[in-house]
């Protein structure tokens, strides 16, 4: 058995009744239950609909998410998600190179790495060499004046560790940022690079190893085997490439307002939703989110 998940945005609303009833009808689907009215809707499949991606390309058009995934073990015990992008909007250290007036050149080294055009080390240890000399004290003032949330992971975090679930953040960001993003949002580890100092300035470079894709991936693993359950117990959720093997490995991969070419290696893809569609595709109605 599978199941159809249909979600949008929930600052606007627009996913209509008629939308849902119709692919039901057309794809012979069960009875449609409305997780959020207007935001999220889902209904059982016998098999995964052959025209599945001409759908969802016409559902895009329309501010729609579609997801069709099998039924069984859907709710998911650990939750990792990458930081940058994706539970927070910013990339922390295009706001810090904007601080040291390169922030142009530094966001477009960013957006080729994590769209896979560039080795994520050498990228992340060039980036970092030109905050050479850049107060410490400036990591503050970007995570008060520039770092916001990205909508709906207080309710994701909450909700998944209300329900015996566990939470990591996992970044090829700095840890002086994971740390308080980490506490903001009732995360239970954080995992990230360290930026190097000398005295009151950054260093202009990053403690080695690196932390990026195979980190990441290898975090997923230790994480796991350390709660006793297995990557597919998991649902993972970052938008980089240097998140594709993280997401390959478990149990859901959720693409997350993602570079195109990270999403098309994903079957699961989300660009219209924010955080909360991670519980919607748990099958979790919204008066089932955790304050």
């Known amino acids: 058995m599978f199941i159809a998940t249909l979600l949008t945005d929930p600052a606007r609303p627009i996913l209509s009744r008629e939308t849902v009833e119709s692919l039901r009808n057309a794809w012979g689907?069960?009875?449609?239950?409305?997780?959020?009215?207007?935001?999220?809707?889902?209904?059982?499949?016998?098999?995964?609909?052959?025209?599945?991606?001409?759908?969802w390309e016409g559902l895009q058009a329309l501010g729609v998410d579609l997801?069709?995934?099998?039924?069984?073990?859907?709710?998911?015990?650990?939750?990792?998600?990458?930081?940058?992008?994706?539970?927070?909007?910013?990339?922390?250290?295009?706001?810090?190179?904007?601080?040291?007036?390169?922030?142009?050149?530094?966001?477009?080294?960013?957006?080729?790495?994590?769209?896979?055009?560039?080795?994520?080390?050498?990228?992340?240890?060039?980036?970092?060499?030109?905050?050479?000399?850049?107060?410490?004290?400036?990591?503050?003032?970007?995570?008060?004046d520039r770092i916001t949330l990205m909508p709906g992971g207080r309710e994701l975090v909450a909700t998944m560790r209300a329900r015996g679930g566990y939470a990591a953040l996992v970044s090829g960001g700095f840890t002086a940022f994971t740390a308080r993003i980490a506490a903001m949002l009732g995360f239970d580890e954080n995992r990230a690079n360290?930026?190097?100092?000398?005295?009151?300035?950054?260093?202009?470079?990053?403690?080695?190893?690196?932390?990026?894709?195979?980190?990441?991936?290898?975090?997923?693993?230790?994480?796991?085997?350390?709660?006793?359950?297995?990557?597919?117990?998991?649902?993972?959720?970052?938008?980089?490439?240097?998140?594709?093997?993280?997401?390959?490995?478990?149990?859901?991969?959720?693409?997350l307002h993602a570079k195109p070419s990270v999403a098309a290696q994903c079957d699961i893809r989300i660009n219209h939703g924010d955080l909360t569609a991670l519980l919607f595709l748990q099958g979790y109605a919204r008066d089932e989110f955790a304050a």
């Open 67 to 144: 997801v069709v995934q099998p039924a069984e073990g859907r709710r998911k015990r650990l939750l990792i998600a990458d930081m940058d992008s994706t539970m927070i909007r910013q990339e922390c250290i295009d706001e810090l190179a904007d601080e040291a007036g390169v922030g142009a050149y530094v966001a477009g080294i960013t957006a080729r790495a994590m769209n896979g055009e560039l080795d994520f080390e050498s990228a992340l240890r060039e980036r970092v060499g030109l905050l050479k000399g850049l107060p410490v004290e400036v990591i503050d003032r970007v995570i008060r």
């Open 194 to 255: 360290t930026l190097l100092t000398h005295g009151e300035t950054l260093a202009g470079e990053v403690a080695e190893p690196i932390l990026g894709k195979q980190a990441k991936l290898d975090a997923l693993i230790e994480i796991s085997a350390r709660l006793g359950i297995s990557t597919q117990e998991a649902i993972a959720v970052g938008d980089g490439a240097n998140d594709l093997a993280m997401l390959a490995r478990a149990g859901s991969g959720v693409a």
């Open 29 to 55: 689907g069960g009875a449609a239950r409305w997780l959020d009215p207007g935001v999220a809707a889902e209904f059982d499949l016998p098999a995964v609909p052959d025209n599945r991606w001409q759908v």
